[in-house]
C-alpha cells in the first residue's frame, strides 16, 4: 500500500514512544521508507538505535548535526507523521516555533501532516492545548486519537496514544488517490441472524470480511461510505456511517432507508434464505422441538431493484462450485452491473478468512476470473469496476 512512498516520522518525548517502534515496523512491512526525527526528549524514553536498527538508517535528532537536514527531509517526505505527539510539541507547531529539529522541519514541510496526541487528560483539555489543535486542524493536520482509557500515571481519562493499527491506516488513507471521492456508497456485510425464541437463532457462517474491507478500501479512496452489518466481531473502518442489524428484515429497512443519499449499492451480507415461521416468546424446551417451521425471508436486492435508477448495484454469489450460470442468472434476475463470485469450498475463499478468489461476471456475461488474493485487494479490484462503469 506505501511502496514507494517516503514517510518522515516525529517522536517526541512521552512514554507513548515505544509504540513508534510497532507503527514504524509497520510502515515499512507496507513498502514504505522511514525517516525517524527524535526531540531530545524523545531520547530518553526510548535509544535512538532501537530506531536505527528498525529502519536501517541514521535516526535525526540535532538541528546542528547536518545543516540542511531541515531543508532536504521535509523536501524529500511524502507524509509527515508525529507519534507521540506531546502537548509542548503541538503547541509549538500551532505557534511556529523552530527550537529543534523536529519544529523545524515543520516549518519547511508543506505536505499532509498526521498526529496522535498522548498526554494527561488535563493536559489534553487544557484551553491552549485545544487552541493549538484547533489551529493545527485548520491548516490540514489530521489528528488521530488520542482514546480514553488508563494513562501512564495511573488516571482514567482520554489522552491514550492511538493504537498501531489506526496511525498505519491513517497514513494508508492520506496516501492513497481519492478515485472515488463524491460517491456515496452503501455496503452490506455479515451475516443475518433469524430468532427462533429468546435463546436460539439460525443464522450463517458469514464473518462480515468481505465487506468490511470493500467498506475500508472505499473510505481510503475517498468515497462516503454507509456500512450496514449483520452480528460481527470486527471493528469498524474509522469514517464509515455504521449501522447495525440483526434479522433479514431489519437489513431490508436499513438498505431501503439509505439507498436514497446513495449512489451505489454493494451487497456483501450474507443475508438469510429462510426464518422460522414462528418467533416464540419464551424459550422452547428441547423437548417441544421435533420440527423447525421455516419460511423464506424477501430478496432485498429484488425489493431495491425497482428503485436502482443510476445507481450502481453489485452484488455476490457465494457457491459450493464454480457455477458461473446460476451467478449470471442471479446478475440479471436482480438487475446487478457486477456479480462477485466466490467458490466457498476452495481453500483460503471460504467463511472467516482474509483471503478471497473471485470470478467477476459483467452485464455482458464477461466473466474474469482471479486467483488467491487478499480480501482488501479484491475490494479494490471490484470498486475498480465501479468505477469503470461511471466512466
Known sequence: MLKGKTILFGVTGSIAAYKSVDIIRRLIAEGAVVNVVMTEAACRFIPPYTFEIITGMSVYKDLFGDSFSHINLPKEADLLIIAPATANTINKFACGIADNLLTSIWLAYEGVA?????MNSRMYRNPIVKKSRVELSGLGVRFIGPAEGGLACGEEGIGRMAEASDVVEAAITALTPKDLAGHRI???AGPTIEPMDPVRFISN????KMGFAIARAALRRGADVTLISGPTSLRPPDGAAMVYVESADDMEKAVLKDLRKSTSLIMAAAVSDFTPSVINKSKLRKSEITTLKLKETRDILKKVSVQKGKRIFIGFAAETGKNIE??????????????????????GAGFGVDTNIVTIIDKKG???????MKKLDVANIILDGLLNLKA
Open 114 to 118: 498526521l498526529m496522535a496526541p498522548a
Open 186 to 188: 452503501l455496503v452490506t
Open 366 to 372: 464477461s466473466a474474469k476470473e482471479y486467483s488467491l
Open 326 to 347: 446460476n451467478a449470471k442468472k442471479k446478475l440479471k434476475d436482480k438487475k446487478l452491473d457486477l456479480i462477485v463470485l466466490n467458490d466457498v469450498s476452495e481453500k
Open 205 to 208: 457462517r458469514s464473518s462480515g
